[in-house]
């Protein structure tokens, strides 16, 4: 069984940046695609951005491309999504998505792509 923690959500102001943190244990992280989806009230959950196993290749919702940036550490079993110009539109309880597959270079976007989830965390951008 896969545990998914997230952590360094908070209240920011438009303009600001602020870094997401994910650790995944249970299992060997670097077998896992790795994702990031938020939900804002009253929407459904969204993709946000995408890893794969390596690192190597990543995918990002039209809405955060060129201000997010999804990484990961396979030495920490972390994954990592660094927000800047944030908007108030990024406001969202933002979750971490785990993805256990054998191909090294693949990313997943859709939320039936991920077995394994996080429990949230809250991230508020005030205007």
């Known amino acids: 069984q896969v545990q998914v923690v997230e952590f360094g959500g908070g209240l920011v102001q438009a303009g600001d940046s602020l870094r997401l943190s994910c650790a995944a244990s249970?299992?060997?992280?670097?077998?896992?695609?790795m994702a990031w989806f938020r939900q804002a009230p009253g929407n459904e959950r969204e993709f946000v951005a995408g890893?794969?196993?390596?690192?190597?290749?990543?995918f990002y919702a039209d809405s955060v491309k060129g201000r997010f940036t999804i990484s990961r550490d396979n030495a920490k079993k972390t994954v990592y999504l660094q927000m800047d110009s944030m908007k108030p539109e990024d406001t969202a309880v933002y979750y971490c998505a785990v993805r256990p597959t054998e191909n090294i270079n693949t990313y997943y976007s859709r939320h039936s792509d991920y077995g394994y989830w996080g429990q949230g965390t809250q991230v508020t951008v005030s205007s």
């Open positions: 890893i794969s196993r390596s690192g190597r290749h990543t």
């Open positions: 249970g299992g060997t992280f670097s077998n896992y695609a």
